[in-house]
């Protein structure tokens, strides 16, 4: 038996992660002077990239990459790690699998089900989500 999953929407909770990372974002921006940052958050001018199909296949790192340089043309390259640093580390620190995820997994690994995870993102980045959330033994995706 063959099931594919949705990591993003099925196993685990990437949405409220990315959310939870730019509260924290907040304080992150004033302290560090970023004001446009923080206003374009604040506005949700981010949406703007939704709209954007090359974005969505971008990992977190090219992502954040992507949406400073947008923000601040002449970003350097140190200012540049230390924001990347700093939403993928919140961004894993709250990224967790629902309760249900584990028993679904484990009774497919019953069933000798083969599971597929599909994604619309980057490949290395949802690797990286395996692989903190440590359910590679489930899929054949590693």
Not at 5 to 23: F, H, Q, S
Not at 26 to 53: C, H, M
Not at 117 to 139: H, M, P
């Amino acid at each position: 038996m063959l099931v594919i999953v949705d990591l993003d929407d099925t196993l685990c909770n990437t949405w409220e992660a990315g959310k939870r990372t730019m509260l924290r974002a907040v304080p992150f921006l004033l302290k560090k002077g970023k004001l446009r940052a923080l206003l374009y958050l604040l506005t949700a001018k981010y949406r703007n990239l939704e709209d954007s199909r090359r974005l969505h296949t971008l990992d977190l790192h090219e992502l954040v990459e992507e949406l400073f340089r947008r923000i601040y043309s002449g970003i350097s390259r140190k200012e540049l790690d230390e924001l990347v640093s700093f939403v993928e580390g919140h961004f894993f620190r709250h990224l967790r699998l629902y309760d249900d995820a584990i028993p679904f997994l484990e009774g497919l690994k019953g069933m000798n089900a083969k599971v597929v995870l599909v994604t619309d993102s980057s490949t290395n980045w949802q690797r990286r989500k395996i692989d903190v959330l440590g359910i590679g033994g489930y899929t054949s995706m590693t």
